[in-house]
């Protein structure tokens, strides 16, 4: 499995654009990470679809998120 990890993104006009690469791994969600974050009983669909809210510590990011979609 390699462990190579590649993220890039830019701004465009009007938008923001994200391009990622993960070669020979899988994304899965983490069940006790999620726990430590949401609570228990959250599942990633919850989290997704917002059907809880964004964590304190997660503030920035959605603020920085907001920024670049604006």
Do not use: F
Not at 28 to 51: R, S
Request: aromatic share 4%; proline share 4%; hydrophobic share 35%.
């Amino acid at each position: 499995m390699s462990s190579t990890r590649e993220m890039t993104w830019q701004r465009a006009s009007g938008g923001v654009m994200l391009d990622v690469s993960m070669q020979g791994t899988s994304v899965e969600p983490d069940a006790e990470d999620i726990a430590n974050c949401y609570g228990q009983h959250v599942t990633p669909g919850d989290i997704l679809t917002g059907k809880v809210s964004a964590p304190r510590e997660a503030a920035l990011l959605y603020n920085m998120l907001k920024q670049l979609s604006t």
